[in-house]
Structure formats: C-alpha cells, structure tokens
C-alpha cells in the first residue's frame, strides 16, 4: 500500500477522547508537526498532520537533570587554579620554575634516602616562599600518585601522610528530558472505541519513519514526525512544559484485566460485527530533541496553538 494512501487511513484530522462536553478543563494536547523542504534553499515548512486531545495524565513528572564529571586535578593542577585564580597567568607561570627545580632535587634525594626527602617534602624549607614550597609539593604529589599502590601503601604507614588527588566537579552537560504518560482509556460505546482505535493508530504510524522514495528507493527514509506536547487548565496554560519531542515508544495493552473483554455491535449494526477492547492501556514514551538552558526553560512550544483561534483549543 503506498504512503499516501496510509496517510490517508491514519489521517485523524482533531481527535477528542472522552466526548468534548467532558474535555472542557483539563486536558493534553498532542500534535505532530511535519517538517518538509522542497529546494535545498527553500525555507523548511511545518505543518500539523493531527492532533489528539487527552485527558491529563494521572501523572506528570518533571525530571531534570545535567551532567557533572568528577576530575582529578592532581597537585600541579590544584597550585596552578590557584595561582592563576589569584595572580594571572605570568604568575603561575613564574612559579614553576623554581618549583620543578625543588622538586628534580626532592626526585633526586628519593633515590639516595628517601625517608629524608619525604621528611624534607613534609617539613620543607621556608626559604623557598610560600607558593613555591606549595607548587614543589604539588608538583612531587603528582609524581607520587604515578608511583604503585605499594609504595603509596608504604608513604602513608611510614609518614602518615596521604596524597590529596584535589577532585573537582566540572559541567558536562545537561540531559535531554524523557517523558512518559499512561492512559486507561474506556470507551462507553462503539464510536468512543472507533475513536481509540484511530489514536493508537496514529501514535503508531507517526513514530515511524517512511522509504524516501523517489530515485532513492528504500536505501534513505523519512524521518518520523515530531510532537509539541501542551497540557491545559481550561484555557490556561499548565506550568509543567514539555519542549519539541520525538515519540520513541508506543506500548499497548488490549487486556488490562489480564483475560479477553471485548464490546461488539449487533449483528446488521453500523459497523456490523465490530468488536473492540473493552478498555485500553495506552503508554506513550518521548523524548525531547532540545536542550534545556536559562533562555529557552520556560519557552512554549510556537507550533503548540497552529490553527487553532484563542478559545477554540480542541474540546472547548
């Protein structure tokens, strides 16, 4: 069967569950947003190939998260922060000098004693300044934590001492967000199950992608549509924001009672011998395609209220 053709059996239009009269407050709406471009220089074109209107979910909860890596500075890099926090970099520079030659002859001693260069690491001499002093000992933990795990084991029963490896918290990243909603979805009659039916479906067709087709034949695809997601208080905005998204799982299960429940018309009955899931449980998984920052947190969707005049949202 060919794509449009499908489109045209999954093609929902506004689709409202329950009935408008029960939708007046509050409410999810979905919308898939089709992005195309005919010319490589034309501007790309959305367009909104459905909307479905839900009930809010049961739950909505907004989990944020960024990313931190845990880093060790090591004693040369925690001094150099410092200095050059403190006074530039022409500082931190000068600094190092002296304080690699303290610690080549520090190197030098360990091989001839190396108790005695410990103790005079430990206790070094207040003639080489503050911040050199610090530097040359930064410089000797560095050269420390590349030494095994006996001779560590053997500084710190010796001396009592342990090296600091300095561990910062740097940023990394923030976590794009994941979304998931569960719907029991009961219909009242063969229409309310009509209506189910035509939302599961057009869940499961738009988180599919399509062949390109053309000259490309099956070996590029189209990529699936994406959603805005907006949920309301009659016409109020809900404070929880969800941003541009992907649909990336769809589950469904026909027997939530864990055995068979079906509603059926009559035989000769407009559908005649249809039968449908006496109720539904419809989980839809997302995931947004935006990072979230200071500027853009509490942005709405643009394409959130497409076609559709203030007041007339589906269900008012």
């Known amino acids: 069967m060919s794509l449009e053709k499908l489109r045209a059996r999954t093609a929902v239009g506004a689709l409202v569950f329950p009935a408008a009269e029960n939708m007046r407050h509050h409410k999810a709406i979905f919308q898939a947003i089709e992005t195309k471009q005919k010319n490589r220089n034309d501007e790309k074109k959305e367009t909104i190939i459905g909307t479905i209107t839900l009930p809010l979910p049961s739950e909505l909860v ?34 190092l000098k002296p304080a690699f030659e303290a610690s ?7 091989l001839k004693d190396s ?13 080489l300044g503050t911040a050199t002093n610090s530097i040359t000992a930064g410089v000797v933990s560095s050269a420390i934590a590349r030494i095994g795990p006996v001779a560590k084991y053997g500084l710190q029963k010796a001396f009592s001492v342990a090296r600091n490896p300095h561990k910062e918290m740097i940023f990394n990243s923030v976590s794009l967000r994941e979304h998931s909603f569960n719907y029991k979805l009961s219909p009242r009659n063969l229409a309310e199950a009509t209506v189910i039916e035509q939302i ?9 992608p399509s062949y390109s087709g053309n000259f490309a034949g099956n070996h590029f695809f189209v990529v699936p549509p994406e959603f805005d997601i907006n949920f309301y208080n009659g016409l109020h905005p809900h404070p929880f924001i969800v941003k541009r998204s992907v649909l990336t799982t769809v589950t469904v ?21 249809k039968v449908s899931p006496a109720e539904l449980n419809l989980s839809l998984s997302f995931r947004e395609i ?14 959130g209220n497409l076609g559709f005049a203030p007041g007339a949202l589906p269900g008012e």
Do not use: C, W
Not at 104 to 110: L, R
Not at 115 to 127: H, R, T
Not at 290 to 303: D, F, G, H, S, V
């Open 62 to 95: 907004d989990n944020l998260q960024v990313g931190y890596d845990q880093i060790e500075l090591g004693g040369i890099g925690k001094e150099l922060t410092n200095l050059a926090t403190e006074g530039g970099r022409e500082n931190a520079m000068a600094a």
């Open 104 to 110: 080549n002859n520090f190197v030098s001693n360990i």
């Open 115 to 127: 108790s005695l260069a410990i103790n005079d690491l430990i206790f070094a001499d207040k003639n």
């Open 200 to 208: 599961v479906r057009f869940f499961r067709f738009n988180m599919l």
């Open 253 to 273: 299960n026909y027997h939530p009672y864990n055995y068979p429940a079906y509603i059926g018309s009559l035989r000769g009955s407009v559908p005649p011998g």
């Open 290 to 303: 935006q990072i979230l920052t200071r500027e853009n947190a509490y942005e709405r969707n643009t394409a």
